[in-house]
């Protein structure tokens, strides 16, 4: 699948011409504009209604001159706005006491490659012998949409962030991971490990594998408001940002599983702490991958955040057009976990995701080096019987 992980910093966006006089060329730097996420925490205003609130955020964001126009998204759950500000503004906001973040709108990119065999590896094939499957099980793969014409899956719905169709996938790395985690028990092509479950298109990614953090926390935020079980996130960069850190929490401490690819920069020595974000994060699993020995793929990220691992070399998994292709990575990885978490959640619907994710992590085959593989290689059948 990968290559490591790069992470590029949001394109300056409303560049001025810049001159030859020394000064002008100065001011014109000083008033480009670039994207950022901004999060207010303003005193006292917890019982204030939702209006008061945006009145207030909105008088703040007025006094640095910050126009309608400048304002690019917003958000419900968590009081975060995406904004165009030039340096001044940027300034302005970080001595502001009522600001209590504000982040370059970073970019994100796929976490894949090329290559598939591994369902029984996890034990999915057992676990469909017992009539496990996923049913009724949602899950979200935020990504670079899926193929819902494809004739091995069946997506239930989804959305995007760039307004277009929330399905389409001009990049194929959605459709891979969504084939990995749901392809249909039918005469063709493959079968997913958890080929029951509800399956949404987030679209967050374009088509060249690569996304914005707004659009990552506009996916997140779709996810918990429409009442999703699982999120698949087989992207990561290795930036930190405690705007991203704060939408994984929100979607854990509202019941959803997270799980996230660890990333592809790791070396072949293992040696170092090359994980990822968001899979960093304690609230998301961070999946490594392993390849048909059960040793960890050369590519895959190592460090002591590392919480399981699943087949991630030489999968082989549904591709737009009706086609199917052979891909590698964490990327690849993650899907394995996430169908194997629905299996899970399916036989035992009662379960809390802080469940479901101890049973996947209790039960899996230790296969040492713990910052290599996390507590080791998932085993959705003994998952599945953990709680029983």
């Known amino acids: 699948m990968k ?3 790069s992470i590029l910093l949001s394109l300056l966006i409303c560049l001025g011409t810049i001159g030859f006089q020394g000064e002008a060329a100065l001011e014109d730097i000083s008033l480009a504009k670039e994207e950022y996420l901004v999060q207010f925490d303003i005193p006292g205003i917890e019982n204030l209604p939702k209006a008061s609130i945006v009145a207030k955020e909105k008088s703040i964001l007025n006094s640095i001159n910050i126009q309608e126009k400048d304002i690019l998204e917003t958000y419900d759950l968590l009081p975060i706005y995406c904004l165009k500000l030039d340096e001044k503004q940027v300034e302005a906001l970080k001595k502001d006491s009522n600001i209590k973040n504000i982040e370059p709108n970073i970019e994100f990119k796929a976490s894949a490659q090329t290559i598939p065999w591994g369902i029984s590896r996890v034990q999915a094939i057992d676990a469909h012998r017992y009539n496990y499957t996923g049913k009724g099980v949602k ?10 014409r494809h004739n091995d899956l069946n997506v ?6 760039f307004n277009d169709s929330p399905y389409s996938d001009g990049n194929g790395h959605g459709t891979h991971v969504a084939g990995t985690i749901a392809a249909l028990d039918n005469s063709i092509g493959v079968k997913g490990v958890a080929y029951n479950v509800e399956l949404y298109a987030v679209k967050v990614l374009n088509s060249y594998g690569s996304g914005s953090l707004s659009g990552i926390a506009k996916g997140i935020e779709w996810s918990i408001k429409n009442n999703m079980d699982i999120l698949n996130m087989s992207l990561g960069t290795s930036t930190h940002s405690s705007i991203l850190k704060d939408w994984c929490d929100l979607a854990y ?7 996230a690819a ?4 790791g070396n072949a020595a293992g040696i170092g702490d090359t994980v990822d974000y968001p899979a960093r994060y304690s609230s998301v699993v961070a999946v490594a991958a392993t390849d048909s020995s059960n040793k960890r793929g050369s590519f895959s990220a190592h460090g002591p955040d590392i919480e399981i691992s699943a087949p991630g070399v030489d999968v082989y998994s549904t591709y737009p057009s009706n086609r199917y292709t052979t891909m590698s990575g964490t990327s690849m990885a993650c899907p394995h976990v996430v169908g194997s978490a629905a299996l899970v959640w399916g036989a035992n619907p009662k379960l809390s995701n802080v469940q479901v994710r101890e049973s996947l992590v209790r039960t899996a085959r ?11 290689l998932v085993q959705a059948l003994d998952a599945i019987n953990y709680y029983r």
């Open 3 to 5: 290559k490591a992980l």
């Open 366 to 376: 230790g296969l040492g080096n713990t910052n290599h593989y996390g507590s080791g």
């Open 156 to 161: 239930r719905g989804g959305y995007s962030v």
């Open 253 to 259: 401490d509202s019941g959803l599983l997270v799980v």
């Open 139 to 148: 899950v979200a793969v935020l990504d670079s949409g899926i193929d819902s």
């Open 262 to 265: 660890a990333g592809n920069s």
